[in-house]
């Protein structure tokens, strides 16, 4: 018939999930690094199955921890790579679809879309308990200013009232004679 025009099917070279101890702060091949989600809009997929290309090894990934919430970033360079075995593959880049899936799934399906949706509920309650203990800091905090800033009010008053009780003493002696000073009464 004729040439095909499609280019060599190639493989991504030894792509695995990284440690984040190992590579943090370093670049994946100086690409860059971005997140779960906007990987699945660059490949047209949802969060989810980027999360099943990373755990095939078809996406390189470092673990992001940023106090107790974790997540995972994905390296620019395996997302431009994937995108085009993609591509080459015939699989159509697309929106991603959001709609609540059939109750006919397959249990494995259910059974990570469970597994996603407790992982996401539980990021998302620490996220709570850690921005709930933030409020209750700040507000201890801010009371604790309020009582400080009241006692020093009170203090200062109170220095205020004792300078005024010393210059009305200061003014009485300087009217007093030179005489009735140094002796007393005269």
Known sequence: ??????EPRTEPTDIQRTNSAEYEGQSAGESGWTSTDVAAKALGISPRS???SIDRGDLECRKVKEGIVESWEVSIASLYTLRNKRKLE?????????SVPRVSAEPETMSAM???????????TAEAAEL???????ERTESSLREDLEREREERQRHQEEAQRLRE????????GFWQRVFGRA
């Open 90 to 98: 015939g699989q159509p880049e697309g929106q991603v679809r959001r």
């Open 114 to 124: 469970v597994q996603d949706l407790t992982t996401d509920l539980i990021r998302r």
């Open 132 to 138: 709930r203990t933030r409020l209750e800091l700040t």
């Open 169 to 176: 003493e200061l003014e009485a002696e300087r009217s007093k």
């Open 50 to 52: 980027v999360r099943r």
């Open 1 to 6: 018939m004729g040439e095909s025009n499609h």
